[in-house]
């Protein structure tokens, strides 16, 4: 006899996948965000130097498909004989993925902040961790706001593509409890209506920061 | 007045600029500049566009970086790749902007207080009242509070003024700074110039005031395409121009 699924054995399951796609995103933004603050930071301090890495960085994960990067992630650290979870392969390849794109994205920022308060901080003496800081960055910040949390969006859904190396995070359980349930059409829709409400409130957020610096800066 | 030996005797140059050359690429924009300023000393540099004055002032503390020559501001010589000898320097030098570059997130005050809290290690009482004082004395005592946006323009530049001054630099650099300017608000400006050249700032401005250069200037220095092409006195240098290229230039500005 087929084993029987009530919808809340669905929804439970799918709660709980949810929660690793969370765990997932979180990891892939902190992380990110704190390499891309590393790239960003290097990339200003000294352009002739750190420029062109930083540019190959950012066009070599932002020109290439994330599935892409999520396979070289897992089956490249295989190849050197470094076992590890998909936890870690997943962890990698969207860290690695989020600090490209953030730190491109407050690249911009701190571009469009202009070049007269640098000399400005520079003039009165200030050294540069403290122009970026007490200068620069406070304006850039009210800047990056908004595309930052639209871009945690990205990420959300991007985690999705970890699912074909094994992680086990919503869509994939999605996937395998439509295989056991025989009830695709509900199983999805369910995930759909998670990732959505993960992902709106956010949206949500990004759209009212926008409105509110813009208002700030008028 | 001191003699022409006291003038150029090296101990007594605040500013000391010797064979300096700059260039964007192949483009020489600073071709060999020799400059000394003794303390108080008031210069006006004067000169059509492009001549390089700009550049000249922004290569006295450190902005724009030369190629050749030496530059030694209160026996502190310039030196780009010393994070603390720069530091040093620049405490010694102010610079005013002709776009006020003011930190447009801070208040009035916050501007004021910012460096002297971070650089001078100066405690927040001390900053403060300090801030309040130097707002006093460019006539804005009651901005302490309010935001640069919030200011006119002849206002924000007293305050970019006063923030210079908080550094207690030795030597003041202006750059245009009435240019952007309302004609009506330029006069508010100029009389605290005046006011600090009066009490013994050392000045090196950049300056289309004519006027103002010759009142309160002890000397002016015209330059032309890079160099310092006739230097003096202004009543001599305006009322008697050597080189066709001045006499040029102040008949351009007659017009
Ligand atoms: N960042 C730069 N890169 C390349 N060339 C520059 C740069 N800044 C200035 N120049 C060039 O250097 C020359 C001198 O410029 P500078 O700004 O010092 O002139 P100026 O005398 O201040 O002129 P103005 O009266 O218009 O302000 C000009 O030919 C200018 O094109
Ligand atoms: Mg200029």
């Known amino acids: 006899m087929m084993p029987q699924f009530s919808y809340w054995d669905i929804l439970r399951n799918l709660i709980y996948a949810g929660e690793l796609t969370v765990m997932l995103s979180l990891i892939a933004f902190i992380g990110g965000g704190i390499v891309g603050m590393v790239l960003l930071l290097a990339r200003v301090w000294r352009p002739q130097v750190f420029g062109s890495v930083f540019n190959i960085y950012v066009q070599l994960f932002q020109g290439t498909p994330l599935l892409m990067q999520l396979f070289l992630s897992y089956f490249g650290l295989r190849l050197f004989g470094i076992e590890v979870s998909v936890w870690v392969s997943a962890g990698l390849a969207l860290t690695l993925y989020t600090s490209a794109f953030l730190a491109e994205i407050w690249r911009g920022c701190v571009a469009s902040i202009p070049k007269g308060q640098w000399e400005a901080g520079a003039s009165l003496a200030l050294s540069f961790g403290e122009q970026m800081r007490y200068v620069v960055a406070p304006q850039a910040m009210r800047i990056a706001i908004p595309p930052t949390v639209g871009f945690l969006v990205q990420v959300i859904k991007g985690t999705a593509l970890a699912s074909v190396i094994g992680f086990a995070e919503l869509t994939r359980a999605g996937n395998m409890i439509a295989n056991v349930t025989y009830q695709p059409f509900t199983v999805f829709a369910t995930v759909g209506l998670l990732y959505f409400c993960l992902c709106y409130p956010i949206s949500l957020t990004a759209r009212y920061l926008e409105r509110k610096t813009n208002a700030v800066r008028r | ?255």
Do not use: W
């Open chain 2, 1 to 255: 007045m001191p003699s022409a030996a006291e003038a150029t005797a090296p101990h007594k140059r605040i500013v000391d600029i010797n064979a300096l050359r700059k260039s964007y690429g192949d483009n020489e924009v600073l071709k060999g500049i020799d400059l000394h300023v003794r303390p108080g000393e008031v210069v006006a540099i004067i000169g059509k566009s492009g001549s390089g004055k700009s550049t000249l002032l922004r290569c006295i503390n450190g902005l724009e970086e030369f190629q050749d020559g030496g530059l030694v501001v209160d026996g502190k010589p310039l030196l780009y790749d010393n994070a603390s000898a720069m530091r040093a320097l620049r405490q010694s030098v102010g610079m005013i902007f002709q776009s006020f570059n003011l930190f447009p997130h801070l208040s009035v005050g916050r501007n004021i207080m910012l460096a002297p809290s971070l650089v001078k290690k100066r405690d927040k009482t001390a900053a403060r009242v300090q801030a309040e004082a130097l707002l006093e004395r460019v006539g804005l005592e009651d901005k302490f509070d309010a935001m640069p946006e919030q200011l006119s323009g002849g206002q924000q530049q007293r305050v970019a003024i006063a923030r210079a001054l908080a550094m207690d630099p030795k030597v003041l650099l202006c750059d245009e700074i009435t240019s952007a300017l309302d004609p009506e608000l330029v006069g508010e400006v100029l009389g605290v110039v005046e006011g600090l050249a009066k009490e013994g700032m050392t000045l090196l401005m950049v300056t289309h005031e004519m006027r103002f250069a010759r009142k309160v200037s002890d000397r002016v220095v015209f330059m032309h395409q890079g160099r310092v092409h006739e230097m003096g006195p202004p009543a001599e240098l305006f009322g008697n121009p050597q080189t066709a290229e001045l006499r040029q230039f102040l008949s351009s500005l007659q017009e």
